[in-house]
Protein backbone atom coordinates (compact mmCIF):
# COMPACT_ATOMS: atom_id res chain seq x y z
CA UNK A 1 0.00 0.00 0.00
CA UNK A 2 1.33 3.50 -0.85
CA UNK A 3 2.19 5.85 2.17
CA UNK A 4 1.89 9.56 1.93
CA UNK A 5 3.72 11.86 4.47
CA UNK A 6 2.26 15.16 5.38
CA UNK A 7 5.04 17.71 6.77
CA UNK A 8 5.76 21.07 7.28
CA UNK A 9 2.37 22.21 8.84
CA UNK A 10 0.20 22.76 11.44
CA UNK A 11 -2.19 19.62 12.47
CA UNK A 12 -5.10 20.12 14.23
CA UNK A 13 -5.58 17.41 17.27
CA UNK A 14 -8.69 18.34 18.43
CA UNK A 15 -9.55 20.11 22.01
CA UNK A 16 -8.41 23.36 20.50
CA UNK A 17 -5.01 21.93 20.43
CA UNK A 18 -2.48 22.89 17.16
CA UNK A 19 0.86 21.59 16.63
CA UNK A 20 3.78 21.52 14.31
CA UNK A 21 3.90 17.94 13.58
CA UNK A 22 3.62 15.52 10.31
CA UNK A 23 1.41 12.83 9.74
CA UNK A 24 1.61 9.16 7.58
CA UNK A 25 -1.64 8.06 5.65
CA UNK A 26 -0.72 3.94 4.45
CA UNK A 27 -3.79 3.18 2.27
CA UNK A 28 -6.90 4.52 3.82
CA UNK A 29 -5.65 5.24 7.35
CA UNK A 30 -3.69 7.53 9.59
CA UNK A 31 -0.83 5.41 11.06
CA UNK A 32 1.50 7.83 12.85
CA UNK A 33 1.41 11.78 13.97
CA UNK A 34 4.95 12.65 14.26
CA UNK A 35 5.64 15.52 16.53
CA UNK A 36 8.08 18.47 14.93
CA UNK A 37 12.42 16.97 15.89
CA UNK A 38 10.87 13.02 15.72
CA UNK A 39 12.57 10.90 12.58
CA UNK A 40 10.54 10.91 9.64
CA UNK A 41 9.74 7.68 8.35
CA UNK A 42 10.26 7.52 4.47
CA UNK A 43 6.98 7.33 2.11
CA UNK A 44 6.48 6.93 -1.52
CA UNK A 45 4.47 10.14 -1.68
CA UNK A 46 5.44 13.68 0.11
CA UNK A 47 2.88 16.27 0.61
CA UNK A 48 4.56 19.64 1.71
CA UNK A 49 2.05 21.80 3.87
CA UNK A 50 3.77 25.04 3.14
CA UNK A 51 2.76 26.16 6.82
CA UNK A 52 -1.03 25.62 6.25
CA UNK A 53 -3.12 23.59 8.46
CA UNK A 54 -3.50 20.06 7.98
CA UNK A 55 -7.49 19.10 9.71
CA UNK A 56 -9.68 15.80 9.73
CA UNK A 57 -12.94 16.41 6.76
CA UNK A 58 -15.23 19.02 8.29
CA UNK A 59 -18.57 17.29 9.30
CA UNK A 60 -21.50 19.32 8.39
CA UNK A 61 -24.74 18.23 11.11
CA UNK A 62 -27.27 19.75 9.09
CA UNK A 63 -27.17 20.73 5.17
CA UNK A 64 -29.49 20.22 2.37
CA UNK A 65 -26.75 19.50 -0.62
CA UNK A 66 -30.24 18.56 -3.78
CA UNK A 67 -31.58 21.95 -3.01
CA UNK A 68 -28.56 23.82 -3.20
CA UNK A 69 -27.22 21.97 -6.02
CA UNK A 70 -30.31 22.47 -7.86
CA UNK A 71 -30.15 26.09 -7.17
CA UNK A 72 -26.67 26.30 -8.79
CA UNK A 73 -27.41 24.66 -11.76
CA UNK A 74 -30.42 26.72 -12.29
CA UNK A 75 -30.18 30.77 -11.68
CA UNK A 76 -27.93 30.86 -8.52
CA UNK A 77 -28.24 34.19 -6.94
CA UNK A 78 -26.54 32.82 -3.84
CA UNK A 79 -22.66 34.17 -4.56
CA UNK A 80 -24.32 38.12 -4.72
CA UNK A 81 -26.13 40.12 -2.62
CA UNK A 82 -27.29 43.22 -5.15
CA UNK A 83 -30.55 44.26 -7.06
CA UNK A 84 -28.67 45.31 -9.68
CA UNK A 85 -26.45 41.99 -9.71
CA UNK A 86 -29.79 39.52 -9.53
CA UNK A 87 -31.42 41.23 -12.20
CA UNK A 88 -28.06 40.99 -14.41
CA UNK A 89 -28.18 37.07 -13.34
CA UNK A 90 -31.45 36.34 -13.82
CA UNK A 91 -31.03 38.16 -17.79
CA UNK A 92 -27.65 36.06 -18.70
CA UNK A 93 -29.60 33.04 -17.73
CA UNK A 94 -32.48 33.38 -19.72
CA UNK A 95 -30.37 34.29 -22.80
CA UNK A 96 -28.34 31.14 -22.39
CA UNK A 97 -31.28 29.00 -22.15
CA UNK A 98 -33.46 29.81 -24.64
CA UNK A 99 -35.60 26.82 -25.03
CA UNK A 100 -36.33 26.32 -21.07
CA UNK A 101 -40.07 26.64 -20.96
CA UNK A 102 -39.85 28.36 -17.30
CA UNK A 103 -36.91 30.35 -15.62
CA UNK A 104 -35.66 28.82 -11.93
CA UNK A 105 -33.36 29.38 -9.22
CA UNK A 106 -33.30 31.30 -6.12
CA UNK A 107 -30.97 32.41 -3.16
CA UNK A 108 -31.80 36.34 -3.48
CA UNK A 109 -31.78 38.55 0.29
CA UNK A 110 -35.19 40.36 0.67
CA UNK A 111 -32.82 43.25 2.39
CA UNK A 112 -31.80 44.81 -1.33
CA UNK A 113 -35.70 45.40 -1.91
CA UNK A 114 -37.03 48.68 -0.47
CA UNK A 115 -40.05 46.95 2.48
CA UNK A 116 -37.90 42.98 2.44
CA UNK A 117 -39.61 41.69 -0.46
CA UNK A 118 -38.89 41.88 -4.46
CA UNK A 119 -41.78 42.26 -6.81
CA UNK A 120 -42.54 41.03 -10.41
CA UNK A 121 -42.24 44.60 -11.29
CA UNK A 122 -38.58 44.23 -10.79
CA UNK A 123 -38.63 41.43 -13.62
CA UNK A 124 -40.57 43.73 -16.20
CA UNK A 125 -38.99 43.25 -19.56
CA UNK A 126 -36.72 41.18 -18.56
CA UNK A 127 -37.98 38.45 -19.74
CA UNK A 128 -41.37 36.65 -21.53
CA UNK A 129 -41.38 33.30 -19.81
CA UNK A 130 -42.46 32.45 -16.12
CA UNK A 131 -39.64 33.35 -13.51
CA UNK A 132 -39.77 31.38 -10.46
CA UNK A 133 -36.74 32.30 -7.76
CA UNK A 134 -36.72 30.87 -4.15
CA UNK A 135 -35.52 33.60 -1.43
CA UNK A 136 -32.05 32.18 0.42
CA UNK A 137 -33.95 30.88 3.37
CA UNK A 138 -36.79 29.24 1.18
CA UNK A 139 -39.61 30.33 3.05
CA UNK A 140 -40.90 32.51 -0.03
CA UNK A 141 -40.88 33.21 -3.63
CA UNK A 142 -40.22 36.12 -5.78
CA UNK A 143 -42.23 35.29 -9.12
CA UNK A 144 -42.68 37.38 -12.86
CA UNK A 145 -45.95 39.03 -14.06
CA UNK A 146 -45.75 35.40 -16.75
CA UNK A 147 -45.68 33.27 -13.82
CA UNK A 148 -48.72 35.14 -11.89
CA UNK A 149 -50.96 34.61 -15.14
CA UNK A 150 -49.57 31.40 -16.07
CA UNK A 151 -51.06 30.13 -12.50
CA UNK A 152 -54.17 32.15 -12.43
CA UNK A 153 -53.26 33.99 -9.36
CA UNK A 154 -54.80 37.80 -9.47
CA UNK A 155 -56.51 39.79 -6.99
CA UNK A 156 -59.37 37.40 -6.16
CA UNK A 157 -57.12 34.40 -5.22
CA UNK A 158 -56.78 34.16 -1.85
CA UNK A 159 -54.26 33.04 0.63
CA UNK A 160 -53.41 29.69 1.24
CA UNK A 161 -53.76 27.63 4.67
CA UNK A 162 -50.44 28.01 5.97
CA UNK A 163 -49.39 30.93 3.74
CA UNK A 164 -49.83 34.45 1.75
CA UNK A 165 -49.46 36.63 -1.23
CA UNK A 166 -48.04 39.66 -0.67
CA UNK A 167 -50.91 42.18 -1.88
CA UNK A 168 -50.45 46.08 -3.04
CA UNK A 169 -52.77 48.56 -1.76
CA UNK A 170 -55.72 47.88 -4.09
CA UNK A 171 -55.07 43.94 -2.96
CA UNK A 172 -53.39 42.94 -5.95
CA UNK A 173 -50.27 40.23 -5.91
CA UNK A 174 -47.08 42.14 -6.01
CA UNK A 175 -45.04 38.36 -7.31
CA UNK A 176 -44.17 37.58 -3.43
CA UNK A 177 -45.36 34.61 -2.34
CA UNK A 178 -44.80 33.53 0.97
CA UNK A 179 -44.65 29.14 2.61
CA UNK A 180 -47.51 27.30 1.62
CA UNK A 181 -48.64 30.01 -1.04
CA UNK A 182 -45.44 28.68 -3.05
CA UNK A 183 -47.57 26.11 -4.30
CA UNK A 184 -49.60 28.05 -6.03
CA UNK A 185 -47.03 28.10 -8.85
CA UNK A 186 -45.36 25.20 -8.40
CA UNK A 187 -46.68 22.63 -11.02
CA UNK A 188 -45.40 25.08 -13.72
CA UNK A 189 -41.78 23.71 -12.91
CA UNK A 190 -41.20 20.87 -14.35
CA UNK A 191 -40.11 18.05 -11.72
CA UNK A 192 -36.68 17.69 -12.53
CA UNK A 193 -35.67 14.18 -14.03
CA UNK A 194 -33.18 12.00 -12.92
CA UNK A 195 -30.51 13.13 -14.28
CA UNK A 196 -31.09 16.46 -13.20
CA UNK A 197 -31.28 15.33 -9.35
CA UNK A 198 -28.30 12.90 -9.83
CA UNK A 199 -26.27 15.92 -11.68
CA UNK A 200 -27.09 18.54 -8.90
CA UNK A 201 -26.31 16.31 -6.03
CA UNK A 202 -23.20 15.50 -7.58
CA UNK A 203 -22.40 19.47 -8.06
CA UNK A 204 -23.38 20.01 -4.19
CA UNK A 205 -20.78 17.33 -2.83
CA UNK A 206 -18.26 18.93 -5.16
CA UNK A 207 -18.69 22.11 -3.40
CA UNK A 208 -18.93 20.50 -0.04
CA UNK A 209 -15.54 18.95 -0.92
CA UNK A 210 -14.17 21.97 -2.19
CA UNK A 211 -14.81 23.63 1.34
CA UNK A 212 -13.00 20.68 3.32
CA UNK A 213 -16.59 18.69 3.98
CA UNK A 214 -15.64 14.82 3.84
CA UNK A 215 -19.13 13.67 5.60
CA UNK A 216 -22.88 15.50 6.28
CA UNK A 217 -26.23 14.62 7.51
CA UNK A 218 -28.88 15.41 4.95
CA UNK A 219 -31.54 17.14 6.77
CA UNK A 220 -34.38 16.14 4.77
CA UNK A 221 -34.52 13.00 2.85
CA UNK A 222 -37.83 11.18 1.69
CA UNK A 223 -41.12 13.07 0.38
CA UNK A 224 -40.78 16.25 1.86
CA UNK A 225 -42.13 20.27 1.85
CA UNK A 226 -38.27 20.64 0.94
CA UNK A 227 -37.84 19.96 -2.85
CA UNK A 228 -37.56 16.52 -4.62
CA UNK A 229 -36.49 13.21 -3.05
CA UNK A 230 -32.86 12.50 -3.08
CA UNK A 231 -32.83 9.13 -1.91
CA UNK A 232 -32.86 7.16 -4.98
CA UNK A 233 -30.20 9.64 -5.91
CA UNK A 234 -28.18 8.85 -2.88
CA UNK A 235 -28.50 5.44 -3.42
CA UNK A 236 -27.62 5.33 -7.24
CA UNK A 237 -24.29 7.20 -6.53
CA UNK A 238 -23.10 5.10 -3.26
CA UNK A 239 -24.03 2.23 -5.56
CA UNK A 240 -21.61 3.53 -8.80
CA UNK A 241 -19.13 4.99 -6.25
CA UNK A 242 -20.16 8.39 -7.48
CA UNK A 243 -20.85 9.00 -3.78
CA UNK A 244 -17.31 10.11 -2.37
CA UNK A 245 -18.79 11.45 1.22
CA UNK A 246 -19.73 9.86 3.90
CA UNK A 247 -23.34 10.47 4.14
CA UNK A 248 -26.27 10.09 7.17
CA UNK A 249 -30.02 10.33 5.50
CA UNK A 250 -32.45 11.95 7.64
CA UNK A 251 -35.49 10.70 6.56
CA UNK A 252 -38.78 13.11 6.78
CA UNK A 253 -41.26 12.54 9.42
CA UNK A 254 -45.14 13.00 7.58
CA UNK A 255 -46.71 14.94 9.55
CA UNK A 256 -49.76 13.84 8.16
CA UNK A 257 -49.01 10.44 9.30
CA UNK A 258 -48.20 8.57 13.09
CA UNK A 259 -46.09 6.06 14.03
CA UNK A 260 -47.22 3.37 11.10
CA UNK A 261 -44.69 5.00 9.16
CA UNK A 262 -41.69 3.90 11.15
CA UNK A 263 -41.87 0.53 8.99
CA UNK A 264 -40.82 2.73 5.68
CA UNK A 265 -38.55 4.19 7.61
CA UNK A 266 -37.18 0.52 8.65
CA UNK A 267 -37.04 -0.37 5.29
CA UNK A 268 -35.29 2.56 3.78
CA UNK A 269 -32.49 2.29 6.75
CA UNK A 270 -32.03 -1.23 5.59
CA UNK A 271 -31.94 -0.78 1.89
CA UNK A 272 -29.80 2.30 2.27
CA UNK A 273 -27.34 0.22 4.36
CA UNK A 274 -27.00 -2.72 1.73
CA UNK A 275 -25.12 0.46 -0.23
CA UNK A 276 -23.14 1.91 2.68
CA UNK A 277 -25.27 4.76 3.00
CA UNK A 278 -26.74 5.35 7.16
CA UNK A 279 -30.35 6.12 6.76
CA UNK A 280 -30.72 5.50 10.58
CA UNK A 281 -31.84 9.59 11.44
CA UNK A 282 -35.17 10.67 10.90
CA UNK A 283 -35.96 14.92 10.85
CA UNK A 284 -38.90 16.13 12.77
CA UNK A 285 -39.83 19.62 12.04
CA UNK A 286 -41.64 21.09 15.26
CA UNK A 287 -41.92 25.04 13.60
CA UNK A 288 -40.55 27.21 11.17
CA UNK A 289 -38.63 30.08 11.56
CA UNK A 290 -39.08 33.74 13.92
CA UNK A 291 -39.20 36.62 10.96
CA UNK A 292 -42.48 35.20 9.45
CA UNK A 293 -43.96 34.41 13.03
CA UNK A 294 -43.75 30.36 12.42
CA UNK A 295 -41.34 29.90 15.11
CA UNK A 296 -43.22 28.11 18.30
CA UNK A 297 -42.92 30.29 21.40
CA UNK A 298 -43.86 30.01 25.13
CA UNK A 299 -44.41 33.58 24.98
CA UNK A 300 -45.99 36.13 22.07
CA UNK A 301 -43.82 37.84 20.06
CA UNK A 302 -43.24 41.17 21.68
CA UNK A 303 -45.65 43.59 20.25
CA UNK A 304 -47.84 41.02 19.05
CA UNK A 305 -50.31 39.92 22.11
CA UNK A 306 -51.62 36.01 22.01
CA UNK A 307 -49.19 35.38 18.66
CA UNK A 308 -47.01 32.44 20.17
CA UNK A 309 -46.21 31.52 16.47
CA UNK A 310 -47.19 27.81 15.52
CA UNK A 311 -46.46 24.15 16.36
CA UNK A 312 -46.73 21.92 13.25
CA UNK A 313 -46.69 19.38 15.90
CA UNK A 314 -48.38 19.30 19.54
CA UNK A 315 -46.28 18.02 22.53
CA UNK A 316 -48.32 14.90 22.93
CA UNK A 317 -47.58 13.96 19.07
CA UNK A 318 -43.81 14.23 19.75
CA UNK A 319 -43.58 12.47 22.98
CA UNK A 320 -45.40 9.23 21.17
CA UNK A 321 -43.10 9.72 17.63
CA UNK A 322 -39.65 10.09 19.96
CA UNK A 323 -40.85 7.49 22.03
CA UNK A 324 -41.68 4.94 19.38
CA UNK A 325 -38.72 5.86 17.05
CA UNK A 326 -36.33 6.05 19.83
CA UNK A 327 -37.31 1.92 20.92
CA UNK A 328 -36.83 1.17 16.97
CA UNK A 329 -33.33 2.58 17.58
CA UNK A 330 -33.38 5.92 15.10
CA UNK A 331 -31.50 9.02 15.81
CA UNK A 332 -34.14 11.74 15.77
CA UNK A 333 -33.10 15.21 14.29
CA UNK A 334 -35.72 17.92 15.39
CA UNK A 335 -35.84 21.56 13.87
CA UNK A 336 -36.89 23.95 16.80
CA UNK A 337 -36.50 27.90 16.40
CA UNK A 338 -38.79 29.08 19.12
CA UNK A 339 -37.94 28.43 23.31
CA UNK A 340 -41.58 26.58 23.00
CA UNK A 341 -40.14 23.69 20.37
CA UNK A 342 -36.77 23.23 21.92
CA UNK A 343 -38.42 22.69 24.83
CA UNK A 344 -40.91 20.45 23.67
CA UNK A 345 -38.39 18.65 21.68
CA UNK A 346 -36.15 18.17 25.31
CA UNK A 347 -39.82 16.80 27.29
CA UNK A 348 -40.07 13.74 24.35
CA UNK A 349 -36.94 13.16 24.45
CA UNK A 350 -36.91 12.38 28.71
CA UNK A 351 -40.56 11.37 28.02
CA UNK A 352 -38.58 8.75 25.24
CA UNK A 353 -35.45 7.82 27.88
CA UNK A 354 -37.95 7.05 31.21
CA UNK A 355 -40.06 4.46 28.93
CA UNK A 356 -37.26 2.73 26.81
CA UNK A 357 -34.38 3.57 28.85
CA UNK A 358 -31.04 5.48 27.66
CA UNK A 359 -30.39 3.52 24.20
CA UNK A 360 -27.71 5.89 23.15
CA UNK A 361 -29.71 7.22 19.76
CA UNK A 362 -27.87 10.26 19.57
CA UNK A 363 -30.57 12.77 19.50
CA UNK A 364 -29.87 15.98 17.92
CA UNK A 365 -31.93 19.45 17.77
CA UNK A 366 -31.21 22.13 15.21
CA UNK A 367 -30.97 25.85 14.93
CA UNK A 368 -31.82 26.38 18.58
CA UNK A 369 -32.25 30.72 17.92
CA UNK A 370 -34.22 30.70 21.64
CA UNK A 371 -33.59 28.95 24.59
CA UNK A 372 -35.40 29.26 27.79
CA UNK A 373 -32.59 29.26 30.32
CA UNK A 374 -34.37 27.13 32.45
CA UNK A 375 -33.92 24.36 29.73
CA UNK A 376 -30.07 25.05 28.90
CA UNK A 377 -29.01 22.42 31.22
CA UNK A 378 -31.63 19.68 29.97
CA UNK A 379 -29.13 19.05 26.84
CA UNK A 380 -26.11 17.64 28.88
CA UNK A 381 -28.59 15.42 31.18
CA UNK A 382 -30.42 14.31 28.29
CA UNK A 383 -27.53 13.64 26.15
CA UNK A 384 -29.06 15.98 24.12
CA UNK A 385 -26.82 17.16 21.14
CA UNK A 386 -27.41 21.28 20.35
CA UNK A 387 -26.77 21.07 16.42
CA UNK A 388 -26.31 25.07 15.98
CA UNK A 389 -26.44 27.27 12.66
CA UNK A 390 -23.52 29.41 14.13
CA UNK A 391 -22.67 31.51 11.02
CA UNK A 392 -26.59 33.11 11.83
CA UNK A 393 -25.80 34.65 14.76
CA UNK A 394 -24.43 37.79 14.13
CA UNK A 395 -25.80 41.67 13.87
CA UNK A 396 -26.85 40.69 9.88
CA UNK A 397 -29.28 43.39 8.91
CA UNK A 398 -32.59 41.22 8.50
CA UNK A 399 -31.88 40.02 12.23
CA UNK A 400 -31.41 43.02 13.78
CA UNK A 401 -34.66 44.75 11.88
CA UNK A 402 -37.14 41.79 11.66
CA UNK A 403 -36.37 39.32 14.47
CA UNK A 404 -34.87 41.44 17.60
CA UNK A 405 -37.69 43.58 17.51
CA UNK A 406 -40.25 40.30 17.94
CA UNK A 407 -38.15 39.06 20.79
CA UNK A 408 -38.06 42.37 23.03
CA UNK A 409 -35.39 43.16 25.36
CA UNK A 410 -35.37 40.67 27.94
CA UNK A 411 -35.98 37.34 25.44
CA UNK A 412 -33.29 38.79 23.35
CA UNK A 413 -30.60 37.39 25.57
CA UNK A 414 -31.56 34.06 25.14
CA UNK A 415 -30.81 34.27 21.56
CA UNK A 416 -28.42 31.72 20.23
CA UNK A 417 -27.34 30.89 23.57
CA UNK A 418 -24.40 28.96 22.24
CA UNK A 419 -21.96 29.50 25.40
CA UNK A 420 -24.56 29.09 28.03
CA UNK A 421 -24.84 25.43 25.96
CA UNK A 422 -21.27 24.99 26.10
CA UNK A 423 -20.47 26.19 30.07
CA UNK A 424 -23.51 23.69 30.89
CA UNK A 425 -21.70 20.52 29.25
CA UNK A 426 -24.12 20.42 25.85
CA UNK A 427 -22.36 18.96 23.48
CA UNK A 428 -22.40 21.40 20.26
CA UNK A 429 -22.33 20.28 16.67
CA UNK A 430 -22.14 22.31 13.42
CA UNK A 431 -24.76 22.60 10.56
CA UNK A 432 -24.66 24.95 7.97
CA UNK A 433 -28.06 24.76 6.48
CA UNK A 434 -26.73 25.10 2.94
CA UNK A 435 -27.97 26.69 0.78
CA UNK A 436 -30.10 28.51 3.13
CA UNK A 437 -26.24 30.00 4.36
CA UNK A 438 -22.67 29.72 3.42
CA UNK A 439 -21.41 25.94 3.46
CA UNK A 440 -17.77 27.07 4.19
CA UNK A 441 -17.38 25.67 7.94
CA UNK A 442 -14.35 27.91 8.22
CA UNK A 443 -16.77 30.82 7.92
CA UNK A 444 -19.34 29.12 10.72
CA UNK A 445 -16.51 28.42 13.05
CA UNK A 446 -15.09 31.92 12.86
CA UNK A 447 -18.57 33.50 13.45
CA UNK A 448 -18.88 31.12 16.27
CA UNK A 449 -16.35 32.41 17.91
CA UNK A 450 -16.75 36.23 17.41
CA UNK A 451 -20.54 36.52 16.94
CA UNK A 452 -19.96 38.86 14.15
CA UNK A 453 -19.75 38.63 9.83
CA UNK A 454 -16.62 38.44 8.09
CA UNK A 455 -15.66 40.86 5.65
CA UNK A 456 -15.14 38.29 2.83
CA UNK A 457 -18.92 37.57 3.14
CA UNK A 458 -21.36 39.63 0.49
CA UNK A 459 -24.27 38.28 3.00
CA UNK A 460 -22.60 39.79 6.22
CA UNK A 461 -24.68 43.33 5.40
CA UNK A 462 -25.58 45.38 8.48
CA UNK A 463 -24.27 48.51 10.67
CA UNK A 464 -22.14 47.01 12.79
CA UNK A 465 -22.27 43.00 11.35
CA UNK A 466 -18.78 42.99 10.59
CA UNK A 467 -17.42 45.03 14.22
CA UNK A 468 -20.29 44.89 17.03
CA UNK A 469 -21.06 41.18 18.39
CA UNK A 470 -24.31 39.69 18.66
CA UNK A 471 -24.34 38.76 22.49
CA UNK A 472 -20.33 38.30 22.65
CA UNK A 473 -20.39 36.40 25.58
CA UNK A 474 -22.57 33.96 23.91
CA UNK A 475 -19.04 33.06 22.01
CA UNK A 476 -17.93 29.54 21.91
CA UNK A 477 -13.98 28.92 22.56
CA UNK A 478 -12.17 28.17 19.37
CA UNK A 479 -11.41 24.55 20.04
CA UNK A 480 -15.55 23.88 20.29
CA UNK A 481 -15.82 25.72 17.55
CA UNK A 482 -13.65 23.86 15.60
CA UNK A 483 -14.56 20.30 17.05
CA UNK A 484 -18.56 21.39 16.39
CA UNK A 485 -17.28 20.87 12.87
CA UNK A 486 -15.15 17.60 13.98
CA UNK A 487 -15.45 15.32 16.68
CA UNK A 488 -18.48 16.39 17.52
CA UNK A 489 -20.30 16.22 14.31
CA UNK A 490 -18.65 12.83 13.94
CA UNK A 491 -20.48 11.85 17.03
CA UNK A 492 -23.48 12.76 15.73
CA UNK A 493 -23.00 10.96 12.72
CA UNK A 494 -22.36 7.72 14.33
CA UNK A 495 -18.54 8.40 12.94
CA UNK A 496 -16.66 9.29 16.03
CA UNK A 497 -14.73 5.87 16.25
CA UNK A 498 -13.33 6.10 12.91
CA UNK A 499 -13.41 9.68 11.84
CA UNK A 500 -13.11 13.42 13.43
CA UNK A 501 -9.69 13.09 14.71
CA UNK A 502 -5.90 13.19 13.46
CA UNK A 503 -5.35 10.07 15.67
CA UNK A 504 -3.36 6.82 13.95
CA UNK A 505 -6.00 4.39 13.66
CA UNK A 506 -8.71 6.96 11.76
CA UNK A 507 -9.67 6.96 8.41
CA UNK A 508 -7.66 9.51 6.11
CA UNK A 509 -10.82 12.00 5.84
CA UNK A 510 -8.51 14.93 5.68
CA UNK A 511 -8.92 18.59 4.84
CA UNK A 512 -5.33 20.76 3.87
CA UNK A 513 -5.95 24.14 4.47
CA UNK A 514 -3.47 27.44 3.05
CA UNK A 515 -3.76 29.24 6.47
CA UNK A 516 -2.01 28.89 10.25
CA UNK A 517 -5.78 28.59 11.80
CA UNK A 518 -4.66 29.10 14.93
CA UNK A 519 -4.52 32.29 13.79
CA UNK A 520 -8.92 33.73 13.80
CA UNK A 521 -7.85 36.53 11.55
CA UNK A 522 -7.02 33.94 8.73
CA UNK A 523 -10.21 32.42 8.13
CA UNK A 524 -12.17 34.89 6.18
CA UNK A 525 -10.03 34.36 3.59
CA UNK A 526 -8.23 30.90 3.97
CA UNK A 527 -8.91 28.45 1.09
CA UNK A 528 -9.30 24.56 1.26
CA UNK A 529 -6.14 23.41 -1.50
CA UNK A 530 -7.11 19.43 -0.95
CA UNK A 531 -9.66 16.99 0.71
CA UNK A 532 -9.22 13.41 1.25
CA UNK A 533 -11.65 11.11 1.83
CA UNK A 534 -10.39 7.55 3.45
CA UNK A 535 -6.28 8.39 1.74
CA UNK A 536 -7.98 9.93 -1.69
CA UNK A 537 -8.06 12.86 -3.09
CA UNK A 538 -11.61 14.25 -3.75
CA UNK A 539 -10.70 17.70 -4.26
CA UNK A 540 -8.16 19.65 -5.37
CA UNK A 541 -7.59 23.37 -5.60
CA UNK A 542 -7.47 24.50 -9.32
ZN1 LIG B 1 -32.56 22.87 7.20
Redesign the pocket.
Known amino acids: MDATLFTNGTLYLGAGAFERASLLVVGDRIVDVIPDGGELPTAAHLVDLAGGTLLPGFQDA?V?PLLAGLQSLGIDLKPVHDRGEYLRLIADYAAANPTAPVLTGGGWFGDVFEGGFPTAAELEGVDGRPIMLHSHDAHGMWVNAAALRAAGIDGATPDPEGGRLIRDGLGQPTGMLLESAVALVEHLMPAPGEALVEAALEAAQRELHSVGVTAWQD??VGDSD?GPNPLPAYLRLAADGRLTARVVLAQWWDRARGVEQIVDFERVRAEAAAVGVDAGTVKVMIDGMVENHTASMLEPFEGHPGDVGIAFLSPEALVELTTALDAADFQVHF?AVGDAATRHALDAVEAAIRRNGRRGNRHHV?HLDLIDTSDIARFAELDVAANVTAVWARRDEEIVHRKLPLLGAERELTHFPFGDLHRAGARIVGGS?WP?TTPNPLWSIRTAVTRTGLVEDPHAIGDGVLTHPLLGEQALPLGVALDAYLSEAAWVNRLEGETGRLEAGRLADLVWVDADLSDLDAYGSASVRRTYVGGAVVYQAP
Request: charged residues 10%; glycine residues 0%; proline residues 0%.
Open positions: HHAALHADV
